[in-house]
């Protein structure tokens, strides 16, 4: 087998792929109270639902709030738009994509209406960062659907089009600005670039390669500098950014990794990124140059079982990660002087393959 189909096989398993419960739906009319809970989601890929987590923002801490089925079939991403209120989770399987609300007051969830269709294998989806867009990136059929988001009731309407994109697909990341938007993918190991509208259509400026089979890819806070996991080649590349026109120039040495390096998150400074390593169950941290934005390893932790996101709390104090062959979320405290993790208490219980979380405000 080729490294490629070796490397696209493990994607199956670990890449994050895509982002309904019964219930009544309750129209969340106002922004969660400064004394609600924080809540965190996970989406559980193989048993077909959401858990719902209470944060402790003292400890960071997680209790068990809520499991929902999440009316598909395996559930990979949870995606929030920026007020809180709605939760969205893509069905990769089913193809299609399920709405929540979130009590602004219990940080219950339920279902809203019907999940929506979507093109073949919805891998990803994000929200833009106006909140207004909800972008669903379709690995099976190559293509970006976009919906826009009503405000009142979460509800999504399909765009008109689909923009076409190069072979399968995995994330899209935003531009701080807004302006530019930056896909992976997977099977041509390249990277496309587009102009975001106002409207919220993607225009396609160009492609370059990356890695062998990019599987993340994180902007930095200033938007200077773009950074991509490549699974099947174990590196980082660094990318400048043309602030104009959202052009890429890779940059070198590129960044060794442990094996099947699957996502990059950054902290909101962006003085360090954490890698997760799903074929080597670890995370490697890397410390940032601010001026050349060069990646230096300071780091490196054990994990759970295959884990494959990784997200850190507004403060900065705390990262969780989703360790899908685990079936649990591991929670680690965060030295701010050099990113480095150390796990905190023991892993927490989560459904079955969690392959997501997400911090809601």
Known sequence: MSARKNAHSVLILVVPMLLVACGSYTNPTSMPPASAPRLMLVANSISNSISSYTVDIQTGQLTPKQTVPTGGTNPRVVAVEPSGRFAYVGNSNS?????????????????????VSVGGGPGFIVVSPMGNVLYAVNSQSNGITGFSINPTNGALTPLSGTVPTDDAPVLLSFHPSGQFAYLTNFNSSDLTVYRVESSGALGLLGAIPTGLSPSAISIHPSGRFAYVASLASNEITTFSIDQASGALTPLEPRATTEDGPNSITMDSQGRFAYVTN????????????ASTGALTLSSTVSAGTIPVFLTLDAS?????????????????????????????????????????????K
């Not at 009590?103 to 209406?113: E, F, I, M, Q």
């Not at 799903?278 to 140059?289: K, N, P």
């Not at 990262?319 to 649990?328: F, I, K, R």
């Open 95 to 115: 193809h299609n994509i399920s709405v929540f609300a979130i009590d602004a007051n219990t940080r219950h969830l339920s279902a809203v209406g019907s999940p």
């Open 316 to 360: 900065g104090h705390f990262a969780y990660v989703a360790n899908e062959g685990s079936d649990d979320v591991t929670l680690f405290a965060v030295d701010s002087n050099t990113g480095a993790l150390t796990p905190v208490g023991p892993p927490v219980k989560a459904g079955s393959g969690p392959a997501w979380l997400t911090l809601v």
């Open 278 to 289: 799903a074929i080597a169950s670890s995370i490697s941290v890397f410390a940032i140059d």
